[in-house]
């Protein structure tokens, strides 16, 4: 047994792919690693010039020991490199490593990636190519949602903004009306005049409405097999909150919507999104709101529309 440290430079599947998944570790192009208590040598069964070993290292990221199983590729006496590392059965990492490196080749996974992915290969979730396929595509997913929202938040705001600027418009128009009801030579040609102006701008109200509707059906996404129930009636909303509650099954998350009327309805559904919806909803306070509720279908336990929510969306009542 050979206990010596010795250095090794990395393959870029070491440095790409076995340390970002196996140790949620990723290292600059050039940097080597520093082996210790080396043990268990022995002579690659198809590659004579290779031999694998059983080591530990220091993780520059977290400083904590690491342990590994270790090809080394020594065809060359100048410079002896680290092929792969893996920590469990032989063939299966094999087959992961021999994936990881395909995937990362045509583009199709990032180290970065693999980096999220750690956590699912520590906790044993993470050891087979089906899994990996499973866990990239749940990855690559929420980012595609999280994209989604961030953009359909920035639309959002610029539609609150025309709102606005719209209800302005509808009380100058109000007041316009009045000031003509006053005027007797040209009360009526006024007040005909302002009515279709005010048509006009709740029609605005209405089309904007619509939209703004469809930008919260993007923010919450529901599964196929779940049934949206018709829209409540309108009520204000005075307060958005992220509270943690206590669970037959544990602590969670909730999104929390308080309405003037004192009641209030919360969504566990999707928390990864919560800090983005909180703030789309917080635009909508002091407006008249809408709600609706999802549920499936032939299932005993229905959740109440007056105490959960699904989407979101602004009252056509100006």
């Known amino acids: 047994m050979d206990t010596d440290t010795q250095i090794f430079e990395l393959t870029n599947h070491v440095r790409l792919d076995s340390l970002p998944l196996r140790y949620g570790l990723l290292l600059d192009r050039g940097c080597k690693l520093e082996l210790s208590d080396i043990e268990n040598h022995r002579v690659d069964d198809k590659d004579k010039d290779a031999y694998h070993i059983d080591a530990k290292f220091i993780n520059p990221k977290t400083n904590r020991i690491e342990t590994g199983h270790f090809v080394i590729g020594a065809n060359n006496p100048r410079r002896v490199t680290i092929v792969t590392i893996y920590k469990h059965s032989v063939q299966t990492e094999w087959d992961l490593s021999t994936h990881m490196t395909k995937l990362r080749g045509d583009g199709s996974i990032t180290p970065e990636q693999l980096v999220e992915l750690h956590s699912y290969y520590k906790n044993g979730t993470l050891r087979s190519v089906s899994q990996l396929i499973d866990k990239l595509s749940d990855l690559k997913s929420k980012s595609g949602i999280k994209e989604g929202l961030r953009a359909s938040s920035k639309e959002l705001s610029k539609k609150d903004e025309t709102i606005k600027n719209t209800s302005q ?30 048509d ?42 992220i509270e943690t509650e206590s669970t037959r099954s544990g602590e969670k998350d909730a999104l929390v919507l308080y309405f003037d009327d004192g009641s209030r309805r919360k969504t566990y559904w999707d928390p990864a999104t919560f800090n983005i919806r909180e703030g789309i909803y917080k635009k909508l306070k002091g407006r008249l709101v809408q709600t609706n509720v999802a549920n499936q279908p032939d299932v005993e336990w229905q959740y109440s529309g007056t105490k959960w929510f699904n989407g979101v969306r602004l009252s056509n009542n100006p």
């Open 169 to 198: 418009a509808l009380r100058k128009t109000n007041q316009a009306l009045e000031v003509a009801r006053k005027e007797k030579n040209h009360a009526q040609s006024a007040q005909n005049q302002a009515e279709r102006e005010r």
């Open 200 to 241: 006009k701008v709740l029609e605005k109200n209405k089309e904007l409405s619509s939209q703004m509707q469809d930008i919260h059906n993007k923010v919450k996404a529901t599964s196929s097999s779940w049934v949206t129930s018709d829209w409540l009636d309108p009520v204000s909303l005075i307060e958005v909150k």
